[in-house]
């Protein structure tokens, strides 16, 4: 479980692939390695990655062909920025909101509106998320946890401080550029909890001859 507070901002040293479409990925992070060791969680772009391996600043992790697919770290090369965040600990303030580090779908960077003291960047997320997007929730941004300040039917708008600019990737972000999307995992339950509780009433009606 993560927080979406990015702690560092990494670097890809390599990407070599593996056995079938998986792939063996290096990245550079002081920070993030000074206490990991192997088995240890650490988001990667919004991604949970489990470490294999750490040396001289550095871990590396496998990520399987599904990862690859569902997450835009298949479009990232040597020398490319990276967010990085270790995995909350039991007792330590959440800064953010619940971050699983697990990826629902890719969006794409639609525009930057620059102002005085921080930008609107407006991105493009698949239809089926949004539903689960809505104005002053949380959403999750290649690793970065940010609020809502508008949603579309395909599209939605965050702002984004100084801070976030100048110490995670998406300060560097162009129009047409690939973005991990994590929603708030409470309305995925939520959603669930609800459609269940339709169905088995539905059931109960047609049981009783209620529903035609």
């Not at 990015?6 to 040293?13: K, P």
């Not at 920070?31 to 001289?56: F, K």
């Not at 997007?133 to 949603?151: F, P």
Request: aromatic content about 4%; hydrophobic content about 45%; glycine content about 12%.
């Amino acid at each position: 479980m993560f927080t979406g507070i990015v702690e560092e901002l990494g670097e890809i040293v390599r990407v070599t692939p593996t056995a079938g479409d998986s792939a063996l990925v290096a990245v550079r992070g002081p920070l993030v390695t000074s206490d990991a060791r192997h088995g240890d969680s650490i988001a990667v772009n919004g991604v949970c990655l489990t470490v294999v391996e750490v040396a001289d600043g550095t871990f590396t992790a496998d990520v399987m062909g599904e990862t690859l697919r569902r997450s835009a770290l298949g479009a990232l090369r040597p020398g490319d920025p990276v967010n990085l965040e270790r995995a909350a600990a039991l007792g330590s303030r959440l800064g953010g909101h619940l971050v699983q580090g697990h990826v629902d779908g890719v969006g794409e960077l639609i525009s930057r509106e620059p102002a005085e003291q921080w930008e609107t960047v407006r991105f493009r997320l698949p239809t089926a998320l949004s539903r689960y997007v809505v104005e002053k929730g949380s959403i999750t941004i290649d690793g970065v946890s940010l609020t809502v300040a508008e949603v579309g039917a395909d599209q939605f708008a965050v702002g984004l401080i100084p801070t976030t600019l100048k110490l995670t990737t998406l300060g560097a972000k162009a129009a047409g550029d690939p973005v991990n999307l994590e929603v708030d995992v409470l309305a995925k339950y939520v959603e669930r909890l609800l459609g269940s509780r339709a169905t088995d009433a539905h059931q109960v009606a047609s049981s009783t001859g209620e529903v035609a």
